[in-house]
């Protein structure tokens, strides 16, 4: 019997393979469409450990000191418990919190825990961000049983990767990011020669896996790169909702 290939049956082939080789630009940017990935029990949270000893910590559980807010002045967001199991927490309306220091290739390690009791739903709940480059943005979300769209949802790079799993705890608990970032480089005329590339780990299931950055991650765009600086700080998102951050270390990983 002859196969016919029709070009329906190609699309969705295409979206199929794209969906799990994580292809950003074949589906639409929050396209809800697009596949929601698999949820994953990722197991229980683990007490905060000590950063590796050439590690530059961010939070230590005590202060903001490694922090301001991104008018420059300092860092307003609320400080509590004790000791290493210290966070802090956004207060909305006071602005994103920026690092001192500036960073390219990185890997990061950062705790974070979405408010609890839950109020609203879909990017309204326990929304915030960790941005890479304070340009390339890690979803925070309580995606624990919230349905939003896939390339928006926790550990998704906004509005283009969907992460490979649905690996996010229950609010209130507390979870990690572990992201091995490559910057993006440019040339002299300021073009793109590298695409960033990213591999992150949420609540230690690997959810993005070498995947290349189509540019700067933004709210229903994918605009294209523009040059930047080689190193620039990281930044946490205020999006209006108490979600709190912990541990926090950096292990710089440019070549100079
Ligand atoms: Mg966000």
């Known amino acids: 019997m002859r196969t016919i290939v029709t070009i329906a049956g190609i699309l969705v082939l295409a979206a199929i393979s794209g969906a799990g080789a994580q292809a950003p ?4 940017v929050h396209s809800t469409a697009r596949p929601r990935p698999p949820v994953v029990d990722p197991g229980p949270a683990a007490p905060p ?6 590690a530059v910590v961010l939070f230590d559980g005590t202060d903001l000191s490694s922090w301001r807010a991104d ?7 609320r ?14 309306g006071t602005g994103s919190l920026v690092s001192a220091a500036s960073f390219g290739d ?12 839950v109020r609203s739903e879909g990017q309204d709940r326990g929304n915030s961000g960790v941005y890479l480059m304070d340009t390339y943005e890690v979803q925070v979300l309580d995606s624990y049983e919230n349905p939003t769209y896939a390339d928006g949802q926790a550990a998704a790079f906004y509005g283009q990767h969907p992460p490979l799993m649905n690996a996010t705890r229950p609010p209130g608990e507390w979870q990690s990011y572990d992201i091995v970032f490559r910057a993006p480089r440019f040339d002299a005329a300021g ?29 229903e765009d994918r605009p294209p790169y523009e040059a930047h600086a080689p190193r620039l700080p990281i930044s946490l998102q205020d999006h209006g909702a108490p979600v709190r951050y912990r541990n926090i270390w950096v292990r710089d990983l440019s070549d100079g």
Do not use: K, M, Y
């Not at 450990?49 to 050439?54: A, C, E, G, K, L």
């Open 25 to 28: 630009s074949s589906w639409p």
């Open 49 to 54: 450990s000590r950063p590796p000893s050439d």
């Open 191 to 219: 073009r793109v020669t590298r695409p960033a590339r990213v591999t992150v780990l949420h609540n230690g299931v690997l959810v993005h896996d070498a995947v290349e950055l189509t540019g700067p991650t933004a709210h």
């Open 106 to 117: 990185v890997q990061l390690h950062i705790e974070w825990a979405s408010p609890r009791p």
């Open 79 to 92: 400080v509590g418990g004790s000791g290493a199991g210290g966070w802090f927490e956004v207060v909305p």
């Open 71 to 77: 008018d420059g002045g300092p860092a307003r967001w």
